[in-house]
Nanobody, 122 residues
């Protein structure tokens, strides 16, 4: 399971931290990460971490978003600062039995967690 928490509603300029605890998968995930689906848009990658612990973040979010992981707790984090109304959407954590694409902040997902809503008001 990918148990996601930390969504909510904040005003623009605020911060949120999403957490995703990954347990019980039938395979060892080689790539994990975060996706976002804004209203009316496709689901898009936000950040990934590969099997070597290397993270790749969507360049448009650098300076505001940070992805990290605590391997001892099997937990991924997405720290989001200076949030903007356009950051509104459903956020998902995901995992894959395949490795990440080098230098990509998206990947072929084989297991999705349930999403959490993030709403940023202006």
């Amino acid at each position: 399971q990918l148990a996601l928490s930390g969504g909510g509603s904040v005003q623009a300029g605020g911060s949120l931290r999403l957490s995703c605890v990954i347990t019980g998968l039938t395979y060892r995930p080689y790539c994990m990460g975060w996706f976002r689906q804004a209203p009316g848009n496709w689901r898009e990658g936000v950040a990934t971490v590969d099997s070597n612990g290397i993270t790749t973040l969507d360049p448009s979010k650098k300076g505001r978003f940070t992805m990290s992981q605590d391997t001892a707790k099997n937990t991924l984090y997405l720290q989001m600062n200076s949030l903007k109304p356009e950051d509104t959407g459903m956020y998902y954590c995901a995992a894959s039995e395949y490795d990440c694409y080098h230098g990509s902040w998206s990947f072929d997902v084989t297991y999705w967690g349930k999403g959490t809503q993030v709403t940023i008001s202006s």
